[in-house]
């Protein structure tokens, strides 16, 4: 993808995504009303707002580009093409508790991997950016992954967390609960977790807008074999992951081989 285009689609998914942000705090903290996706997982009116309207902004400026959306059920891939990649609340259960940690995820795919992302935060009044090669930014500050010191904050799903080897695991601070798993890569981004772990069944629109934000920070995502993961194809569902840098990076997903 040309520079100039790279940079047209991250000023898009950037202004619709704050937009979105905004749609979704009309509803955040007044009880929404709430359904049941196969018995076990929340969609709230919210999310339908949301999804709604980023649908119409992003492909009116787009119509060549695939669509596929957590809480859309007509979904189109472009495997030669670009495709949107979209969660329009990202932590869903976390918004309905009243829990900040929870953002709209849009990413751009291209030949399986994200051309450019976007989390809009918008109760921790926080948004998340990327480019590749561009960088990635928080509220317009550059980002870069932490250098780990002998306490280790990694987050992620403790049945995970509880196979990492010794001494690594005793090294280990909990972390708190942290309800949205892109907000959660973000963290590693950003330096406030020095990795995290990613229980198997992620979809592409959890996960695909902040790959890139953690990979333009310094770091990746990465499986146990240490391929990053495709995005936009007919497979959506991921299996265990484990994000993070360096030495650390090679540890952590050693626990899910």
């Known amino acids: 993808m040309p520079e100039a285009e790279a940079a047209a689609d991250l000023a898009l998914l950037r202004g619709a995504a704050e937009e979105a942000g905004r749609i979704a705090l009309r509803y955040y903290g007044r009880n929404p009303e709430v359904w049941m996706k196969g018995g076990t997982s929340p969609v709230s009116e919210a ?3 949301v999804d709604a309207f980023l649908r119409d902004a992003l492909l009116s400026a787009r119509p060549e580009y695939g669509w596929v959306s957590e809480e859309t059920e007509e979904r189109s891939h472009r495997a030669d093409g670009r495709t949107f990649v979209v969660d329009p609340i990202d932590g869903t259960r976390g918004f309905i508790e009243r829990s900040p940690q929870w953002c709209v995820s849009l990413a751009v795919v291209e030949n399986g991997r994200p051309l450019a992302a976007v989390l809009e935060a918008p ?60 907000y959660r890569v973000a963290m590693v981004a950003d330096g406030r977790l020095d990795g995290t772990l990613v229980k198997a069944n992620a979809y592409d629109w959890d996960i695909a807008a902040a790959d890139l934000i953690l990979a333009e920070a310094g770091g990746a995502l990465i499986d146990a074999a240490g391929a990053v993961p495709i995005y936009g194809g007919p497979e959506l569902r991921h299996g265990a992951l484990a994000a993070g840098s360096g030495p650390l990076l090679g540890s952590i997903a050693a626990a899910i081989s």
């Open 47 to 49: 999310d339908f707002a």
């Open 123 to 182: 109760a921790t009044e926080e948004s998340f950016w990327a480019g590749p090669g561009a960088g990635a930014f928080r509220n317009g500050a550059r980002l870069a992954v932490a250098q780990p010191g002998e306490r280790l904050r990694i987050g992620g799903p403790q049945a995970l967390i509880r196979m990492l080897a010794e001494p690594l695991r005793s090294r280990i601070e909990r972390m708190p609960h942290v309800p949205s798993l892109a």
